[in-house]
Structure formats: C-alpha cells, structure tokens
C-alpha cells in the first residue's frame, strides 16, 4: 500500500500531480480530485513528485505528509554561493583528533540519503566508522594486511606503490592510507541494481558537499577503497559489506586541521559541442 491520500478541503483540482507523475497512474476522478486505482499502486515509483509539486499541500503518499517536508521557495542558495561551494571544496587530509558531534554525523548522513538514485531504489548502504578508537583499529588491520602482501610479494603490480605506504608506516608510524581522520564511510549497493556504482558515488558526492557546508572535511580515499575491496578481502567482511554489495568507495571525515581561503583556477572545460 502506498497510502495515496487527498485532503480535498485543500485540492485546487490544478492536476499537477497527475501531470507530472513519472508512472501516469494518478488521475482525475470524476469529481475532479487526483486518485490512484488499487491496481495501478505497484507501478509507483516512490519518487514523491505528487507530494512536492502540489501548492496547496493537499497530498500525503507512503505515510509523508507535506507539513513534515522543507519549503522550497526561498531555501536555495544563489548561484555564487554554489559557485563557490562547488569550485572552493578541497580534499582533507589533515583532521583534528576529535569525533564529530553524533547528531551532526547523522545529520550528514540523513541528509545525504536523498540523493537520487537509479529508478530511485535507494538501496545505497552506509558503513560508517563513527569514532577515532574505529578508524584506528581498521587501520592496523589494513595496514597489517599490507605489511603482510609486501613481505610475501603479493602485492598487485599495479599497487606495488603501496610499498612506500608500508614502509612509512612501519618506520616512521605516518598513516598516508587513513590520514589519522577520525571517521570514515563506505557506500555499497546491491549489485543486482541497473547502476550500483553511480549511486554510491551520487550519494558520496552529495555527503561530501553538505558536509562542506557543515564545517566538516571530506577525502575520497581510494587508496583505503583498493585495499579494502581489491587486496584484503578479509578487511570488508570485518566491516561487515554484504558480498552481493558493490563497494562504491570509501570517503573520510571530520574537523579538517586545515582552512582554505579561496577557491581555484582550472583550465577551461574540455566541452564538445555536437554539431
């Protein structure tokens, strides 16, 4: 059940709900008032567009209701300042030794789950490491992982760098793979979804510019997501990933150590016009 309700002391009969349905199962009854018949129901995407759409907020649909959501008009910010936010988010790779308030975190992370996602499945996992005492025991498990690959000459040559990793840790105890950040997550979806991969990274990308804007640092870490998904199998089941899951990629976060002033300057786009 969808739970498709109309309060028709509010329904302006306008139809853009029915307009604007991506499945065309919402019509017009003969009163005039949007309806959805019983047998139409499993065609619903669940995408909302018949909650957000309607000006009279006269539409509720899988137990929302349009009081609980956010205002639009008004809410964006201008174009400058996501200009700014866009071209000015940096990667972070020197972190406070501190945990992120928990509301904050699952700010973050609530937040984020409203990326859009293939077919809107919204199957995308969290796996977050949400205090330092975590990340630190990962990484000695990633790192032992690697002592070990580098000793037996196991590992991959297209990874043979990540000996200057293990040397650095094992001599000097410099944490280039975790960057000594106090938290970190991990996307994965199904794979058995039409585009698992692109969800995890929508959904990294919009964590990682909320964030920004949050006070809170952010590094794609692909040195950690080859290690964990590619060379140490055994590290992804500790972290408990699902084995029919596609591991997106790994983010780090926290209090950056570091602030920058301005944003910078790329060449122009490579942009090809189709004639």
């Known amino acids: ?63 929302y209701r349009p009081g609980e959501s956010l205002p639009i008009k008004g809410g964006y910010p201008d174009p400058l300042q996501l200009e700014t936010l ?35 499945s919204r199957q995308v996992r969290f796996t977050v490491l949400d205090d330092r005492a975590k990340v630190a025991r990962l990484r000695d498990e990633v790192m032992e992982g690697l002592i070990r690959l580098d000793r037996e000459g196991m590992l991959p040559a297209s990874k043979a760098y990540y000996a200057k990793f ?11 793979v975790f960057r000594d950040a106090p938290h970190m997550l991990v996307a994965s979806a199904p794979k058995s979804l039409s585009t698992p ?46 084995d029919d899951h596609l591991f997106g990629y790994a983010m780090l976060f926290g209090k950056p150590a570091v602030h920058y002033a301005r944003t910078v300057q790329h060449r122009p786009a490579l942009i090809h016009r189709v004639p």
């Open 86 to 120: 866009i071209k000015g988010r940096r990667s972070v790779r020197r972190y406070k030794p501190e945990n992120l308030d928990a509301a904050l975190m699952q700010k973050l992370l609530e937040v984020a789950w409203h990326a859009p996602t293939g077919v809107n």
């Open 197 to 242: 991969k692109e969800d995890c990274m929508i959904v990294l990308t919009c964590f990682e510019l909320y964030a920004q804007v949050c006070g809170v640092g952010t590094l794609w870490n692909g040195i950690a997501s080859w290690a964990i998904d590619e060379m140490l199998p055994e590290v992804r089941r500790s972290l408990g990933i699902p």
């Open 166 to 176: 293990v040397k650095l840790w094992e001599k000097h105890r410099v944490d280039l």
């Open 1 to 63: 059940m969808i739970d498709f309700r109309v309060e028709r002391e509010k329904c302006t009969q306008c139809g853009s709900c029915s307009k604007d349905c991506p499945s065309r199962i919402i019509v017009m009854d003969g009163e005039g008032y949007p309806a959805i018949a019983p047998e139409k129901e499993s065609f619903c995407l669940r995408c909302e567009h018949c909650l957000a759409i309607c000006p009279a907020g006269a539409i509720s649909i899988l137990g």
